[in-house]
């Protein structure tokens, strides 16, 4: 025995139980669990890769997504203000076809009503004459004096204030 350690039958016992212990261990525990520890260990890299690779992907359709929304954005601007510039057209048109035909509408009422006016003055002309000839005819007919001429004009005047205006 030198010191702690004795070197009998128990000792060399003991040293082969353990180095047995020790190859049981490492071929049904050690290695088994390391075999797993490496499967783990890839499966876990494996889907650090997968994620990243998905991450990437997601990032290059988000770009593409950003894109293709900043093109539609643009292409609605477009279209609205193509829109508006079509509708300030049309009114623009509908305003000013509305102005020409209000004009041509004024110009016919114009037009009408100065033919009614000549028409009425031509009309007013031919009961003027008649009334003239009828109140000269009767002075030819009658010898008259100041008094019976004073009546006969009376009479005219009234008569020509009772003519009942016709359109």
């Known amino acids: ?9 128990t000792f060399f016992f003991q040293l082969a139980n353990t180095l047995i212990m020790f190859l049981i261990l490492k ?25 990243e690779l998905k991450n990437k992907e997601s ?9 293709k929304l900043t093109e539609i954005k643009k292409e609605r601007t477009q279209i609205i203000d193509e829109a508006v510039r079509n509708a300030q057209k049309r009114g623009d048109e509908i305003v000013s076809a ?30 003027i004459s008649q009334l ?9 007919e009658k010898d008259l004096d100041q008094s019976a001429h ?4 009376q009479q005219f005047i009234d008569k020509a204030g009772e ?3 016709q359109n």
Not at 132 to 140: D, E, P, S
Not at 150 to 153: A, F, N
Request: glycine share 4%; aromatic share 6%; hydrophobic share 45%.
């Open 1 to 9: 025995m030198l010191g702690l350690v004795s070197f009998d039958a």
């Open 98 to 127: 509305a102005g020409v035909e209000a004009r041509r509408t004024i110009e016919k009422a114009t037009a009408e009503i100065e033919r009614e006016k000549q028409k009425m003055m031509n009309e007013l002309k031919g009961e």
């Open 132 to 140: 003239a000839i009828a109140a000269a005819q009767k002075v030819i």
């Open 163 to 165: 003519t009942q205006w």
């Open 27 to 51: 071929h049904f525990l050690f290695q088994p669990v390391t075999e797993f520890m490496d499967k783990r260990t890839k499966a876990i890299e494996e889907s650090i890769a997968e994620a």
């Open 59 to 67: 990032n290059e359709l988000k770009a593409q997504y950003e894109s």
């Open 150 to 153: 004073q009546q006969m004009i």
